[in-house]
């Protein structure tokens, strides 16, 4: 436990509270307090000389640190603000609650930019912050209710309590020697756990899914989760051969608590320090994109140069130094220590150790000797209301190759791709994987790359063209929070929000709109998500409105076994980012093409945050069918 004293400057100190107790006890001894002060203050790297640090009032209003974060839903609701997270006991002595992370001045002489930078690297990896005072801002949204769930539930302290793959029993229901295409196979999964004991909770994130390597075949199954420690999946059967069946507990429950409640108390595991710089002096601060940052009682707030969508960082110290300076940006390594047990952290940094992918211990293997399907019917190039309400499987792999099974799209033919998108600008409006998808469409329409600058890096802009087709395509990753790398400077016009692209699409001309928000956001709560999604659900109201010959895909998440501990983000957020986009894009789902692509990726074992080449070939495909579906709707 800690407790706070103010300085008059309104700066925190974490003392712990024994200090505090004692200095009490001996309140008439003064040697002795003074002493525990200093021992304090030692101990906190001096941070007396932040008043030193508080700047003269700018031309550019700075803002004090808020309270409450603001956002869409008002509060007080009552079924949110009764409970409160439940933090396990042995974490209110954990080395995270009484770390603090402020540059000194006594630190830097003279300080810069880089040397900022370095300070706060260097704090960030080794002290951990001070989050005490960010675990007390209230998220102004409306609440998930997985989220309330698990912040109920005390954290994971025994690591044999999770799911075990050794343990948890799989069985085919109704089971039968042969079967034949179109039949629909019915799983039992009871899980247990690591002490062979059946579990009588829900809430883990398990996939299913049939493969016959031979073929190159695969397809998933949808999952039913009893929230008793049971779940049944249904899948059908698509094609003929021997089909061995998979079963992973890729994410226990407890795994999901750990990362909802990380995100709740720091709200963000991944740092951005803003660069001010001037022809005379520069300087480095931290960005996120909530009012209130550790270690700065005076902010810049960037909303508006974010097209609406909260950003703040902190204030620079120089007196010469204004909010208008902001220049560049870099990102920073990813805090430690976090806010988890050890049983925690044990679960959740084996999930991406190997053997990947974990699988349950049972030998299934379905032998289906007859049958055929048939085509379904075209998709409607006007109503796409189906992308967003279908059910898995969406689609199935055979001989590597993605085949719809609601509807069917346009064969992936190069000359069909450069009738469709004749006289037609693709706008890509994401994060690295759309720029995988701009090389992929390159190299099929061969158009010529035009780059903004020379001294390029793998965020700048991209723009390529093909004159004789009158065809444009262009790539820019998303505005902030947006994370660029920690080994360079980036420049801040290397990014704009997905908002401010769709408001830049003009009333005339043939554009479709990719849309992909994923892996920068999972470092964040999610809350920042939801804020961006209301932002870009009216800009496509107002481009569909705007422009008749506009359409617009808005590409959702995808798993992979490869990445970061999942701690700091990833795939485990995954269904709760498509229920977040299912909700808000109500309304639109006729109007807009929703690229569910998870089917994929969890039936071809995807490996990384960046698809394996063969599954992102087959998603670019997807994508441009679609365009070519919509053709009718350009007049082509």
């Not at 390594?333 to 084996?350: G, H, N, R, Y």
């Not at 071809?604 to 919509?630: F, K, R």
Request: glycine share 4%; with cysteine.
């Amino acid at each position: 436990m800690v407790e706070e004293l103010r300085t008059k400057d309104d700066i925190v100190f974490t003392l712990p509270v024994k200090y505090v107790r004692l200095c009490r006890l001996f309140a008439g001894s003064i040697a002795f307090c003074i002493t525990t002060l200093v021992f304090v203050m030692v101990y906190e790297n001096q941070r007396s000389k932040i008043q030193h640090l508080v700047r003269p009032l700018l031309p550019q209003q700075p803002m004090q640190p808020s309270s409450h974060a603001p956002g869409s839903h008002s509060l007080p609701r009552d079924s949110w603000t009764k409970w409160k997270p439940q933090p396990h006991p042995e974490l209110l002595h954990h080395p995270w609650t009484g770390k603090t992370l402020q540059p000194l001045l006594a630190d830097m002489k003279p300080f810069t930019q880089q040397s900022d930078y370095d300070y706060l690297q260097n704090h960030i990896i080794s002290a951990g912050l001070n989050i005490s005072k960010i675990a007390q801002l209230r998220l102004d949204y409306e609440p998930l209710d997985i989220e309330t769930q698990l912040l109920s539930e005390a954290a994971l302290t025994d690591v044999h309590r999770v799911p075990s793959e050794t343990y948890t029993k799989v069985v085919v229901l109704s089971p039968r020697p042969v079967y034949t295409v179109g039949q629909i196979v019915t799983l039992r999964i009871d899980i247990y756990d690591h002490y062979g004991h059946p579990m009588s909770r829900g809430g883990d994130l398990v996939w299913v899914w049939l493969t016959e390597t031979e073929k190159g075949a695969a397809v998933t199954g949808d999952v039913t989760d009893f929230r008793n420690g049971t779940y049944l999946a249904e899948i059908p059967l698509l094609w003929i051969g021997n089909i061995k069946v998979k079963v992973s507990v890729r994410y226990p429950r407890e795994s999901l608590r750990a990362l909802l409640y990380a995100r709740h108390t720091m709200k963000s595991l991944r740092y951005v320090a803003a660069g001010y710089v001037t022809s005379t002096d520069s300087e480095s601060t931290l960005c996120l994109p909530f009012p209130r940052i550790p270690g700065y009682t005076t902010l810049c707030n960037f909303t508006a140069r974010n097209h609406g969508q909260f950003w703040y960082c902190g204030h620079p110290r120089k007196p010469s130094l204004r909010c208008a300076d902001w220049a560049v940006m870099r990102d920073l390594e990813f805090p430690k220590p976090l806010p988890l047990t050890a049983a925690e952290d044990i679960v959740l940094t084996s999930a991406v150790q190997e053997p990947i992918p974990r699988l349950v211990d049972q030998n299934l293997t379905l032998q289906v000797t007859s049958g055929q399907l048939g085509l379904p019917p075209p998709c409607d190039p006007f109503n796409h209301t189906h992308t967003w309400l279908e059910r898995t499987p969406r689609g199935y792999f055979f001989q590597r190759t993605w085949i719809p099974t609601a509807c069917t799209v346009p064969p992936p033919l190069a000359e069909l791709w450069l009738h469709c998108l004749r006289d037609t600008t693709i706008v890509l409006a994401g994060d690295s994987n759309l720029l995988m998808w701009f090389s992929r469409i390159k190299q099929r329409i061969n158009c010529e790359i035009i780059r903004s600058r020379k001294d390029a890096v793998w965020h700048t802009p991209l723009t390529c063209r093909r004159p004789d087709i009158n065809f444009t395509m262009n790539w820019k990753l998303h505005g902030y929070p947006e994370h660029p790398n920690s080994n360079h400077w980036a420049e801040l016009s290397d990014f704009t929000s997905v908002c401010e692209r769709i408001d830049s699409v003009p009333a005339l001309g043939k554009h479709i709109v990719i849309i992909h928000m994923y892996i920068h956001f999972t470092i964040h709560h999610y809350s920042v998500l939801l804020n961006r999604l209301k932002c870009v659900k009216r800009a496509i109201s107002d481009l569909l409105r705007r422009n008749p010959n506009a359409r617009v895909m808005i590409r959702a998440p995808h798993f992979a076994y490869h990445g970061w501990n999942p701690i700091y983000g990833g795939d485990m957020t995954v269904p709760i980012y498509i229920e977040l986009l299912r909700r808000e894009f109500r309304g639109l789902y006729d109007k807009v093409v929703f690229l569910n692509l998870w089917d994929m990726t969890v039936a071809g074992e995807n490996t990384d945050y960046h698809p394996d080449e063969w599954i992102d070939q087959q998603m670019v495909n997807l994508a441009l069918s679609h365009a070519c579906n919509m053709a009718p709707a350009l007049h082509l």
